[in-house]
């Protein structure tokens, strides 16, 4: 089966620039996406196909996806960007879902 | 504006049945493919399956293959999770989720909760 592996946790200090990886075989071959989710709350779109930002997702979320690794980049983070991260792809007709990262922002 | 509202969910004894619907709105649901994706307390997100737009295809997580059944009805505008010979291990919160057009979840419902206790 096809797996994607986060760090479980990331730390970065508020302005500063998080990124968190994704690793996959051969994931630079597929569309990979990424999602907010803060306590409490349904998961939220940032990233999709790879580098695209939805309506209303502030220009520092941006994607990246080569190789075997996609990345997700928070330029500038600030404390409300403190939540759990998921990348996500579609492999022989099923979703799979990295087992996500949290992002401490201290 | 879409929306999308999960209900159905409760306490069930270990091999019981619930039936989860969504009903959405705000768009033509008929021209999407669905999803339903769960989260176990404290975990992170599980797909468990899809439907396509016009219901001729189908697919499920290994985890739930043979015991849970997706079905839509596009002349309500709701999607469904038949749950049988549930789980301890199957309680989460259950959300319905919109595919968009490459295989990412545009959309999510606030999720319905199911609890399987022994």
């Known amino acids: 089966s096809f797996d994607l592996t986060q760090p479980p946790s990331v730390s970065v200090s508020p302005a500063q620039t998080a990124s968190i990886t994704c690793s996959g075989d051969d994931l630079g071959y597929k569309y990979v996406c990424w999602y907010q989710q803060k306590p409490g709350q349904p998961p939220v779109l940032v990233i999709y196909?790879?580098?695209k930002r939805p309506s209303g997702i502030p220009e520092r979320f941006s994607g990246s996806n080569s190789g075997n690794t996609a990345t997700l980049t928070i330029s500038g983070t600030q404390a409300l960007d403190e939540a759990d991260y998921y990348c996500q792809a579609w492999d022989s007709s099923t979703v799979v879902f990295g087992g996500g990262t949290k992002l401490t922002v201290l | 504006e879409v929306e999308l509202v999960e209900s159905g969910g409760g306490l069930v004894q270990t091999g019981g049945s619930l039936r989860l619907s969504c009903a959405v709105s705000?768009?033509?649901?008929?021209?999407?493919?669905m999803n339903w994706v769960r989260q176990a307390p404290g975990k992170g997100l599980e797909w468990i399956s899809y439907?396509?737009?016009?219901?001729?295809?189908?697919y499920y997580a290994a985890s739930v293959k043979g015991r849970f059944t997706i079905s839509r009805d596009d002349a309500k505008s709701s999607l469904y999770l038949q749950m049988n010979s549930l789980r301890v291990e199957d309680t989460a919160v259950y959300y319905c989720a919109r595919f968009g057009e490459r295989w990412y979840f545009d959309y999510w419902g606030q999720g319905t909760l199911v609890t399987v206790s022994s």
């Open positions: 439907i396509s737009n016009s219901g001729g295809n189908i």
């Open positions: 196909e790879d580098t």
């Open positions: 705000g768009f033509t649901f008929s021209s999407y493919e």
